[in-house]
């Protein structure tokens, strides 16, 4: 009895990590805090970008005149999440990822990435937030 309690304790642990494996890194910290105005994409994403209205959105920096988002997709599978990054710039821009990070580029703007934390700046790329990189191309 005392053996297949063990086995029982081991296989629960061992589910456990696999679980945390695929969902441990479905989160950005900006995510954490409630939403405020200043998260909403402003109206020059206009229904050309439909698709991502009922993504959260959270403002991550300004650079250069440019506004940055973070957004994600609330309606994905925990271990299958969606972030984009958009870019409030003359000329709108959304991409997106399953991945960890994104990159996007567009006429007039920076190349930016969102990693997952503790962006570094460093060959060709500045930290704007923590979790966003922009590169002049």
């Not at 990590?17 to 969902?23: K, S, V, Y």
């Not at 206009?46 to 005149?65: K, M, N, P, T």
């Not at 870019?87 to 990693?115: D, F, H, Q, Y």
């Not at 997952?116 to 979790?131: H, K, L, R, V």
Request: charged share 25%; with cysteine.
């Amino acid at each position: 009895m005392k053996i297949r309690r063990l086995g029982f304790v081991a296989l629960s642990v061992a589910i456990a990590g696999l679980l945390a494996g695929c969902t441990g890194s479905d989160s950005y910290e900006l995510f954490d805090r409630p939403a405020t105005t200043k998260d909403e994409l402003p109206a020059l994403f206009g229904e050309e970008f439909d698709e991502y209205a009922d993504f959260a959105s959270r403002f991550s920096a300004s650079h250069d005149g440019v506004d940055y988002y973070v957004l994600r997709d609330e309606d994905a599978l925990p271990g299958a999440m969606l972030y984009c990054v958009a870019v409030a710039a003359e000329k709108p821009l959304i991409a997106c990822s399953g991945s960890e990070g994104v990159t996007a580029s567009g006429a007039g703007v920076p190349e930016v990435r969102l990693v997952p934390t503790d962006a570094q700046s460093g060959e060709g790329w500045i930290a704007i937030s923590e979790n966003l990189l922009v590169r002049e191309r």
